[in-house]
């Protein structure tokens, strides 16, 4: 037997081979340890977000290029002794020539973050750290998911670290509690033990009653004229002496309640429309319980936009009805469109989306709530509850923004005594639904870790979804600060049906961008002209032309374009669906 030879260090075929054998099989070690732990029952509750295997990967990933961390650091310090430098020449009242990099941060907006130079060190300090991380866990080897993940993970941390979230570090807070001689702590205290107590220590968005749907949300007008096991379809009443032809049906989410299309006088869509002479439709889904656990897609296809497009134009003896969809509901309906055209049904004559991904290659921040790890998890929930619970859609939704939805109000309720503020939107956000287990699962598989409807591949019902034979003109909306539905995947899903589309592109985020009723501030742009859309956004965002007013305006052309002359207005209902309630109906009022 030859005698074993231990490999020269430089050596062709040395240390790297045998390095890269190791970690080849730690590697394997690792996946096959953390997915254990991750289907483990202890570990999800534990890691609710399935951040400890990317974490555990992207650190072990830093440790093996201590040269790249090393230099990462060695930045930071030389930024942070530039810092020290120039906080030091503003205390003793000079002018320092050092100016910081960082953008605006609504959390810094006091006064003293620029003019107090200890507190302008501790606010140039912190941001030096959140770089040096983030830019740590950026420049690691691991796949774009696991580095998707470790990233919001290290960023949820630099989150809670922040100096605003102290009392010590906020000057805001130091003022109010001086000014009231310690009562605003004192309510602080007290706010924090009942939020711990009633909301799963989480600081309240708003106050329980601040606003009522039926009373001073989603009140226009209308009747529920039609009910099933899943929906309940509202007609609402003209406010025009005549209105168009063809009929408008909306198609909201089942993740939250319809109501963000009717929030309020003023800021309600529906209204909007119906004043802009539109007959107009909705479908108010039930809220799911542990029996409807069995419920598919199929179903809300069928028993949703399909049930409600008989009853419509059985009501208004229309031919066609114009279809809108918002987010998730803005999906179905182009399933809808695509079911439609395999059955040979010829029943839109045109559809609007708003905020709506049908292309989900890349989802966003929402990407790192549907890989394969926090869909198991999620799926072990569900086939215990029958349905995902509203908490879980609900903290995942304020961990895309934990600056604006929980720290925030961390520190307004909980450091200085104050009791949210009545606000119609944040009182609709807090009034979330449930998911029936087969269809959320269904959902997640199919669209986000699938991308079935993008790829033609996506069956309901029977039938397979083409979205190239979806040939009405099509109305997109999206909004440049959705962290939900990123405008550019949103466009690249408008790129993908055969027939005319207009892409807008408005101002806000994703609810606000909806509830965008005229004002100084609406911004949108959109590429005049029957012009094709570039493959490139960047190339259409160049080319489009910024108006300084809302999309609604916009769209209240175009739609009215689409729904043919005017007519007087049908009755409210017809023999065969008579009214049963006056809006906003009982399904809405399911807690």
Known sequence: MSEARIPEPNADEGWDNIDEAVRDQYGQLLTAGTNLLSDSEIMGRLDPLSLFSPLLRTSLSTASHLDKVMGVWARAAGEMVRATTAATVRAVGGSPSYAPQHGKDRRFADPAWTENAGYWWLREIYHDCEQALLEMVRDTDTPPAVKQKAEFAVQLLIDALSPTN???????????????????????????????????????????????????????????????????????????????????????????????????????????????????????????????????????????????????????????????????????????????????????????????????????????????????????????????????????????????????????????????????????????????????????????????????????????????????????????QDHIAPWRSSYAGARLPGGNVRFVLSNSGHIAGIVNPPSPKSVHHVLEGDKALPADPEKWLAAATMHRMTWWEDWATWIADHAGPMRKPPRMGSRKYRPIADAPGTYVLET
């Open 166 to 480: 102290f009392i010590l570090g906020n000057p805001t807070v130091i003022k109010k509690a001086l000014d009231t001689g310690g009562l605003s702590l004192a309510k602080g205290l007290r706010n924090f033990i009942h939020d711990l107590r009633t909301n799963q220590g989480v600081p309240r968005q708003v106050v329980p009653g601040a606003h009522t749907v039926g009373v001073d949300m989603a009140i226009t007008p209308g009747k529920v004229v039609f009910r099933n096991e899943l929906m309940e379809l509202i007609q609402y009443e003209p406010s025009t002496p005549e209105v168009h032809q063809i009929p408008l049906l909306f198609s909201p989410p089942w993740i939250n309640k319809y109501y963000i299309m009717d929030l309020a006088p003023g800021r309600s869509l529906v209204q909007w429309a119906v004043d802009h002479g539109h007959t107009a439709f909705m479908i108010s889904y039930r809220n799911p319980d542990e029996q409807m656990r069995h419920v598919k897609m199929d179903d809300y296809l069928i028993s949703g936009p399909i049930a409600a497009l008989e009853v419509v134009r059985n009501i208004t003896g229309a031919e066609k009805v114009n279809l809108l969809g918002l987010c998730l509901g803005g999906t179905l309906t182009m399933a809808t469109l695509a079911y439609l055209d395999a059955v040979g049904m010829d029943l839109i004559n045109s559809a609007t989306f708003l905020n709506t991904l049908i292309d989900f290659s890349e989802p966003g921040l929402l990407g790192v709530f549907t890989d394969e790890a926090s869909i198991r998890r999620l799926e072990r929930t569900m086939k215990r509850t029958g349905f995902l619970p509203k908490e879980e859609m609900q903290r995942s939704f304020n961990l895309l923004r934990t600056n604006d939805l929980i720290w925030n109000y961390a520190v307004s309720s909980w450091l200085m005594g104050e009791e949210p503020q009545a606000f119609d939107l944040l009182s609709w956000n807090n009034d979330s639904t449930r998911m029936p287990a087969e269809m959320h699962s269904f959902y997640l598989r199919s669209c986000y870790v699938g991308n079935e409807l993008a790829r033609g591949v996506m069956e309901l019902a029977g039938q397979r979804l083409d979205l190239e034979k979806v040939d009405q003109d099509l109305y997109f909306l999206s909004a440049e």
